[in-house]
């Protein structure tokens, strides 16, 4: 018999049988994991199998390849912080389908998990979410290996005037660089360097150039962006 504890946020749930539940959970130790949970979809434990809660798990199984069972015990629910704020509620789905889709099963990302508690943690403070978020997306792609070097120009090695990123290598190119690439390059508002204002418009336009490497990059044409994630992009665009 092979056993865990761990602690993690949950990410999906989907019914299984008469009353169970495979639970997918997003752990420190053991990144992303799933489990069946006997009664998983039974009165006692829907308020807790909740995506974004935050839950102890121990997982049992005979077999490490088995899918194995989880024991699960609340530790925070999230529930409330969501229900009647749609930005929060977008943004919570969002990083729970995209956690569910690009990271591998099994494969521990400690930083990336620690990134995403204190994401959570800000979760109905409309002023600080939607650049954190912003911040978070820029991680989830370093930590899939396919971070953007945007503090220096691709072609020239400088730094002032940075306009745009190439979509071939995720670097800064200036304006004065791109000449008649320009077209083809994608849009680098200041924010997404750290810089200017950070408006709901422009973390929006800098959310439209991170999408299209979350897309292209970890994603590929069969699996589209959550539709969780246009919502929250909207939402952050129209908070001005």
């Given at each position: 018999?092979i ?13 299984h ?25 039974g ?44 930005l ?54 370093d ?20 306009a745009y ?61 959550p ?6 992009v ?7």
């Amino acid at each position: 018999m092979i056993e865990w504890q761990d602690s993690g946020t949950i990410l999906a749930v989907r019914p299984h049988g008469e009353n169970g539940a495979i639970v997918e959970v997003f752990t420190a130790a053991h990144g992303r994991h799933a489990g069946h949970v006997r009664g998983g979809t039974g009165r006692r434990l829907r308020g807790t199998l909740q995506p974004g809660a935050q839950v102890a798990v121990r997982w049992t199984a005979r077999l490490d390849a088995h899918l194995g069972h989880f024991t699960v015990e609340p530790r925070r629910s999230r529930a409330a912080q969501v229900l009647t704020d749609r930005l929060a509620l977008a943004g919570l789905t969002t990083v729970a389908a995209l956690l569910g889709l690009v990271l591998p099963e099994r494969d521990p990302h400690p930083r990336l998990f620690a990134r995403t508690e204190a994401l959570f943690d800000l979760l109905g403070d409309s002023d600080l979410w939607p650049l954190a978020y912003l911040q978070w997306e820029l991680a989830l792609l370093d930590e899939m290996g396919f971070g953007l070097d945007l503090a220096r120009c691709a072609v020239t090695g400088g730094e002032e005037g940075l306009a745009y990123v190439s979509p071939r290598s995720g670097r800064a190119v200036s304006a004065a660089a791109a000449g008649d690439w320009a077209p083809r390059l994608l849009p680098l508002p200041p924010v997404l360097r750290g810089a200017g204002e950070a408006t709901g418009p422009e973390i929006a336009a800098a959310l439209g150039t991170t999408g299209w490497f979350l897309q292209h990059r970890l994603l590929g044409a069969e699996r589209p962006l959550p539709a969780a994630r246009e919502r929250l992009v909207a939402a952050i665009d129209r908070q001005g």
